[in-house]
């Protein structure tokens, strides 16, 4: 039948044939999964959004003051304007006392000198698309500024932890005896000491910015993958396929990376986008309390902070785009994760 | 039973030594210099040198490592930086604010979610079921956070129910009037994650054969749930509630800060903001040491609950 069809197209024989792989197997069963396929789709605008502002072509002048302070969003329309007091003129006749002023003789030249600078007034927007906050900088590129802080720093540090806790777990798996020991023993002394303190503790000595808090979270956060990946090591070291690996002669890092790994990578993928919601999360906390990103940068977390004293004043937009972009995207991640947890390890379906 | 037990407190020793070691090299390598951030900014050079002596400074590591240790097992935590009160006394002095908050929590917590968890677990796949499940997923997308932000302003600004925040010298006070919007809002935005949780545990269980045959033999579904499955359900659960058990004294340090409750979790934060190195340290060696001690009880009460575990 094969000979019949064209090259190029897999004929159903050869298909059968060879055994599915683990990814195809996983994406087949993904594609089923509406809602599944719905937050990879919104998981993925996030990501064009996210490329599109980290070049610069998106929300790159999130920092221009572009509207009057607490611009409201456009749909509410402009605030209205404040009553003022203006102070009534004096009423007398005007008086000259440039014969006692003693600054007057220099006043002609400070105004030659001002009239050498050109300041352009600006005209402030009244109303901005989604707002303004209290220095008038638009609200939705904020957010979406935000947005690739917070994402950037939770990927960055999701796939640190992921590294370092691949590869200890590898280790101490695949090792065991002292090694194990050893590892074992540095996973009872990080996991022993409360999640939240050792971020501070760590925060006080790296300082802020998105470098360190992704690095922050990482030493962090590598714990449970570490005990994940050592089971599995555990597991896989005695099968049949990593003993033929050896006696064929492939070297100890090679059974390790180019045989177990592969077949345990499913696990960390799952592992790992757990880990990329629960930093995102610390993320946002850690900026709150002004522990996170540096001043200069934006994060759902920094504008939930600045969100906070604006709701007492009656201005809500910046805080309801920030959680509104965070919890768009958190939700889809999450059940993205769900997804490709059901996919990949159709066993532990309906457990949770 | 003895016998483990001193078996386990043994065991204790070198992961406390582990958390010791991090935390002394960790400071000493990547933090500032203490005598520096001691003398403040106009110090002279000579009063540096005077602390750098005082503190031990000027000695080689392991004896500065030397004095650290004798520090612990003394009991000594040494002194704030910042405000010279001693750790102790620091210690002593914040941590009933936090249980005061932490405690009616960590309670609520487990007796609201506990029933809706057997509930839904129980009626699994059914429209409740399925909206809880919803419910709690996207509860939990949003930061916590924006939760006390809205709850804050909405109940304490808006309705005026309760005051915005503040905190007494009377523990009865605290409890009603301070107490009750951090801990509706903390145990609002907990009960989803909690209830999901609780509804793996006690789905695992009604999946064994003991339940069919407990239900083949004309048990009424009563005594089905809450005699048989409730009490197996029950061993993951207390993990779960030991392994909650030490934050609740590091307590949840964003409800501190909101709500301007002099508790521990407060006291963490302003430490870290004027680089408290003595306070941060101790916390940390002490929270690990009672994090050990705790989980070493909920293993005995594991024997307590579930005869058939054997302590080895």
New interface residues.
């Given amino acids: 039948m094969s000979a019949v069809l064209p090259v190029g197209v897999p004929s159903l024989d050869s298909e059968l044939a060879r055994s599915e792989t683990v990814w195809r197997a996983a994406w087949r069963r993904l594609r089923r999964d509406r809602l599944g396929v719905v937050s990879v789709v919104i998981v993925l605008i996030f990501v064009v959004l996210i490329a599109l502002t980290a070049s610069g072509i998106v929300a790159s002048g999130w920092q221009r003051e572009v509207g009057v302070p607490s611009a409201p969003p456009t749909f509410l329309g402009p605030a209205p304007p404040a009553e003022q007091s203006v102070a009534a003129a004096p009423a007398g006749p005007r008086v000259d006392i440039s014969a006692v002023d003693p600054l007057a003789p220099r006043y002609q030249e400070w105004a030659e000198r001002a009239a050498k600078y050109k300041t352009v007034e600006q005209p402030k927007a009244q109303t901005l698309p989604f707002g303004g906050d209290r220095v008038g900088r638009d609200v939705l590129a904020k957010a979406m500024k935000g947005t690739q802080t917070s994402v950037f720093v939770g990927l960055l540090g999701a796939i640190v932890a992921t590294v370092i806790g691949t590869i200890l777990g590898a280790l101490a798996g695949f090792f065991g005896g002292r090694i194990g020991d050893f590892l074992e023993?540095?996973y009872?002394?990080?996991t022993?000491?409360?999640d939240?303190?050792?971020i501070?503790?760590?925060?006080?000595?790296?300082g802020r910015g998105i470098g360190s808090v992704a690095m922050i979270l990482a030493l962090v956060g590598w714990t449970g993958l570490y005990r994940q990946v050592r089971a599995e090591f555990l597991k896989h070291s005695t099968r049949d396929y990593v003993r033929a690996a050896e006696a064929v002669g492939a070297s100890t890092g090679s059974r390790m990376f180019r045989h177990i790994l592969p077949n345990v990578s499913h696990v960390i993928l799952v592992r790992m986008s757990l880990l990329v919601v629960g930093f995102i999360?610390f993320e946002?906390?850690l900026s709150?309390?002004?522990?996170g990103v540096g001043v200069d940068d934006v994060s759902?977390?920094t504008m939930?902070a600045e969100?906070?004293s604006e709701?007492?004043l009656g201005y809500w937009w910046q805080?309801v785009a920030a959680?509104a972009f965070?919890?768009l995207f958190?939700?889809a991640f999450?059940?993205m994760t769900d997804a490709l947890r059901d996919a990949l390890d159709p066993k532990l379906r309906g457990?949770? | 039973m003895t016998a483990y037990l001193i078996r386990r407190l043994w065991q204790i020793v070198p992961t406390l030594l582990g958390v010791v070691l991090l935390v002394f090299f960790l400071f000493k390598a990547f933090g500032g210099d203490p005598a520096e951030v001691l003398a403040g900014l106009n110090a002279s050079p000579q009063t540096v040198e005077a602390i750098r002596t005082q503190l031990g400074l000027n000695q080689p590591w392991y004896v500065q490592l030397y004095i650290y240790l004798k520090g612990i097992v003394t009991f000594d935590w040494g002194r704030s930086w910042a405000t010279n009160e001693s750790v102790a006394h620091l210690f002593a002095t914040r941590l009933p604010a936090t249980l005061t908050v932490m405690l009616p929590i960590l309670i609520l917590d487990t007796l609201v979610a506990l029933p809706i968890a057997m509930w839904v677990a129980y009626r699994r796949g059914s429209l409740g079921d399925r909206a809880i499940m919803i419910v709690s997923t996207l509860a939990l997308s949003v930061s916590f956070l924006v939760y006390i932000i809205v709850g804050q302003y909405v109940f304490g600004f808006e309705l005026g129910w309760f005051p915005v925040q503040g905190w007494s010298d009377s523990v009865v006070t605290n409890l009603v009037t301070y107490v009750p919007l951090p801990v509706m809002l903390a145990v609002l935005v907990g009960i989803a994650p909690q209830t999901r949780l609780y509804r793996t545990f006690f789905l695992d269980e009604l999946g064994h054969d003991y339940v069919r045959t407990a239900r083949a033999k004309g048990m009424n579904e009563r005594t089905v749930l809450f005699r048989h499955v409730l009490r197996n359900a029950m061993v993951p659960i207390l993990t779960n509630i030991g392994l909650a058990l030490p934050g609740i004294f590091v307590g949840s340090f964003l409800i501190e800060v909101f709500f301007s409750i002099p508790g521990l979790g407060r006291e963490v934060i302003l430490a870290v903001n004027r680089n408290d190195y003595p306070v941060i340290q101790a916390l940390t060696v002490y929270l690990a040491m009672l994090t050990m001690l705790i989980n070493l009880a909920v293993d005995i009460l594991y024997k307590l609950v579930d005869p058939r575990v054997v302590l080895k």
Avoid: D, H, R
């Fill in positions: 023993w540095l009872a002394v990080f022993s000491i409360p939240i303190l050792l501070l503790s760590f925060a006080v000595i790296f999360k946002v906390i709150y309390l002004g522990l759902w977390g939930l969100a906070q709701l007492i805080l959680t965070m919890a958190v939700t999450s059940l457990l949770e």
